[in-house]
């Protein structure tokens, strides 16, 4: 029996989720307007900020979650320390992606308009109120729903943690529903599923919608075609002005939004193609001064890494890099089946997005259906069902498939969940974006099904779906985090082989020099990837697919 | 003013402009011409005081402009307005600097759009604007600066025949009018016939770097018409003299 009780604390605690998440967002925008100024101002900045967002953009930033608890519990401690623990995990899983486009948003300001700003003496800070702030908006609306999920995912998983024979929890929707599944509350758990649902699609819809639409005004494209002509009549009061803006903005999303692209495929859209169209490329040209002045910074930096490791060399180094010589066989081991595995889910996504995109785009009425579903599901957190989805895995279909295959099935479906909505997603955004003018070709020549696909739906779709691939990835290895170990009902413990489930194991039982190993092991890793797949992919996309005005938001 | 400019790549130092020279005098409409790529816009922001100039300096009445001063105003090509400001806030921004009450300055903002003639628009964003309404805009706030110098960068390039027109025929009365403060005009423009039309010197810069090939008054009564036969000889004589300074870049390049 559902009691209020029950639907009031859930949403108490969806609110102190969503209130985490907000907070989060907002730090991450705020510095970024600073931080990707300052690079975007000086080449020194630049230089060093550049690579480091860029490879921490791919890091799948949950499995290096122990670490940062160890150091945030042993440092602080209480419940603060797990509280910003927490937001800490969450603040550095959007942060990159925001930053970046901030940065990337700023570097590229119309020289016209940062003439205006400098010819007209404006103050450092009404440079930055108008002009320098309003440029990232449209950046910051287009990752939006990816980086309100993502931090809703990472949130939610975090919020209860063991680390050795302690558990460490906050007040939250992850942590409520994941303590209710464990003591066999099903009903309650599924209440606080349902009212989290409820709550995402609230804020999905009614706050960042609208905000995505306000967004709009904000890209500057000095050429677009004027969208109304003739006098309005002049507005005397705030609330007749305000009434007559909902009546627009209600008119323009049941008439000719229709026709035209939906909002959150126009600021996606316009944040791809922004990224690949004009991504700027670093100062080439560093004056002397600089030149020393990076020399020296970087120098410093180096002196201190070297310091750092010389000084705890014998009480944390060695004993990391003893753990490696021993165990490497089975981490490198474990690091390819959670590659794999990150493989065939990846694969799996995009050959189940082709044919969803393809209806989308091409027939208006399952796009009608389908799209806000998509836009609402991808936000709702798999960390927050995986234990009511596990229930199944670990009783009925065990004992029909045997404990392992259906632990590793459960595996490859909550890591699909968590990847599949965004490479849906982003294909549709490519697939959405190609010119109008390719897909009357495409009819014109009576192209068939196959040949629309392969010659133009697909490669169109390229671009988006593989610069969203960097995070979807990350996304994947989320999902594998928290399915490959977790605590089932009653606190029994479930584990496949895996590279984060040796991690989470680790974890669990205390094995603070072997997590390290392997961060240490992840980091390298992550690095590689970045610097051999991400960047080649990247450069794969803006060469061969990019298509000139694709997108005008 | 004698300006050389070059810039730095990294192939070394691109020579752009080299002893560039010219002085404007009041009540003059004067047009830079040049091929596109010769550096236009680039002087003209070294002018504003955007940019500093490697050598040589900017006087403005007797005194060097070191860096963006409201004296010198400047419209741009792609009008360069605030899309997330409406007009008036646009035509504002030029009034941030000085040191004026809330309500001074918009009453200052609207009479420069009233002057314009976009009175009825000051609540409206640049999209809902046509092409020549924003650049109307983006006179309007050149004019709020209030400055002595206004120079303009292809003003007329990214509006339709018709609407530059008619922008054309009023330009000269909105900037040279009671309520400006303009003295002078400096436009840079590849479009002979507009330069003719409006202008009362013609500067042709050529060459690679560039530099001052020809300097031509227009000794025409205004408004001035394309069909006038004196017109057309103006505009023989501009493309004689441009030819010459293409043929000065193609000798450099070899």
Redesign the interface.
């Known amino acids: 029996m559902v009691t209020l009780g029950i639907v009031v604390i859930s949403l108490l605690a969806s609110l102190a989720t969503m209130a985490r998440v907000a907070a989060t967002l907002m730090i991450s925008v705020v510095t970024g307007w600073f931080l990707g100024y300052a690079a975007a101002k000086s080449g020194v900045v630049e230089r060093v900020f550049l690579p480091v967002t860029q490879t921490l953009e791919s890091v799948p930033v949950i499995t290096f979650f122990p670490i940062v608890l160890v150091f945030f519990i042993s440092r602080i401690g209480g419940y603060l320390g797990v509280e910003l623990a927490v937001d800490f995990l969450v603040f550095t899983a959007v942060v990159w992606n925001i930053w970046i486009g901030e940065y990337e948003s700023i570097k590229t300001v119309a020289q016209s308009l940062e003439d205006v700003v400098n010819m007209y003496r404006l103050s450092f800070i009404s440079k930055f109120t108008k002009l320098y702030i309003p440029v990232t908006i449209p950046r910051v609306a287009g990752n939006i729903l990816v980086s309100f999920a993502d931090a809703l995912f990472y949130i939610v998983v975090s919020e209860v943690v063991t680390l050795g024979t302690r558990s460490y929890s906050v007040f939250g929707i992850g942590a409520l529903i994941a303590g209710w599944t464990s003591e066999g509350e099903w009903v309650n758990a599924v209440t606080a599923l349902i009212v989290l649902i409820i709550l995402v699609t609230v804020v999905v819809f009614l706050v960042l919608r609208p905000f995505v639409n306000w967004a709009v005004k904000y890209s500057y494209d000095p050429y677009v075609e004027v969208t109304r002509v003739g006098a309005r009549r002049q507005t005397t009061s705030r609330l007749r002005a305000s009434l007559s803006r909902n009546i627009r903005y209600v008119r323009r999303v049941m008439a000719v939004e229709r026709a035209t692209l939906p909002v959150f495929v126009r600021a996606t859209g316009y944040s791809i193609y922004h990224r690949l169209a004009i991504r700027p490329r670093p100062v080439g040209i560093l004056t002397k001064m600089e030149k020393h002045v990076a020399i020296g910074v970087g120098l410093l930096i180096l002196a201190l890494v070297a310091y750092g490791i010389y000084s705890s060399w014998e009480t944390t180094w060695l004993p990391i890099l003893v753990n490696i010589y021993n165990n490497w066989v089975t981490y490198l081991y474990y690091l390819g089946l959670d590659w794999l595995r990150v493989a065939i889910v990846t694969t799996a996504s995009i050959a189940v997005a082709i044919p969803i995109d393809y209806l989308m785009v091409t027939r208006p009425k399952v796009e009608a259906i389908l799209l806000p579903m998509l836009e609402d599901l991808a936000s709702i957190p798999v960390s927050a069902y995986l234990p009511l989805v596990a229930v199944p895995f670990v009783t009925i279909i065990a004992t029909r498939l045997g404990l392992s295959a259906s632990l590793e099935l459960l595996v490859l479906i909550v890591a699909f969940l968590s990847t599949a909505w965004y490479v849906i997603y982003n294909m549709y955004v490519g697939m959405k974006t190609i010119p109008r003018s390719l897909w009357d070709v495409a009819n014109n020549l009576n192209l068939s099904t196959w040949h629309k696909l392969t010659k133009l739906a697909i490669p169109g779709a390229m671009p988006a779906t593989i610069t969203g691939l960097a995070s979807t990835v990350g996304s994947t290895w989320g999902g594998l985090e928290i399915a490959e170990y977790f605590q089932g009902i009653n606190g029994k413990v479930y584990m496949v082989h895996g590279y984060t489930a040796l991690m989470d194991y680790y974890t669990a039982v205390g094995n603070v020099v072997g997590l390290e190993a392997m961060s240490l092991i992840l980091a390298v890793n992550v690095i590689l990837v970045s610097l051999f797949l991400w960047r080649n992919l990247f450069a794969l996309a803006r060469r061969r697919y990019r298509m000139e005005g694709a997108i005008t938001l | 003013m004698d300006i050389s400019f070059s810039y730095?790549?990294?192939r070394g130092p691109l020579h752009v402009l080299r002893n560039v020279s010219f002085t404007v005098y009041e009540k003059q409409y004067v047009s830079i011409v040049a091929p596109t790529g010769t550096g236009k816009t680039t002087l003209l922001?070294i002018i504003?005081?955007?940019r500093k100039p490697d050598s040589g300096k900017v006087l403005l009445m007797g005194e060097e402009v070191r860096g963006?001063?409201?004296k010198?105003?400047?419209i741009?090509?792609?009008?360069?307005?605030?899309?997330?400001?409406t007009a008036l806030e646009n035509v504002e921004?030029?009034?941030?600097?000085k040191r004026l009450s809330k309500d001074e300055r918009i009453k200052l903002a609207r009479r420069y759009l009233e002057l314009v003639g976009l009175g009825?628009?000051e609540?409206?964003?640049?999209?809902?604007?046509?092409?020549g309404m924003?650049q109307r805009v983006a006179i309007a706030?050149a004019l709020a600066?209030q400055p002595v110098l206004l120079l303009m960068d292809e003003p007329f390039t990214?509006l339709d025949a018709i609407t530059a027109e008619g922008l054309k025929s009023e330009i000269y009365n909105m900037v040279f009018n009671e309520e400006s403060t303009v003295k002078a005009i400096v436009m840079v423009s590849h479009n002979l016939e507009e330069v003719i039309e409006l202008s009362d010197r013609v500067i042709i810069l050529g060459g690679r770097p560039a530099t001052v090939i020809s300097d031509v008054s227009i000794d025409l009564p205004r408004p001035r018409s394309p069909r006038d036969k004196e017109f057309q000889d103006y505009l023989d004589l501009l493309y004689g003299e441009i030819s010459k300074s293409m043929e000065l870049a193609g000798i450099a390049k070899t």
């Open positions: 730095r790549t990294e922001r504003v005081g955007l963006p001063t409201p010198i105003s400047m741009f090509q792609d009008f360069a307005l605030f899309p997330w400001l921004v030029a009034l941030l600097h009825a628009f609540n409206y964003y640049p999209r809902e604007l046509s092409g924003k706030r600066a990214n």
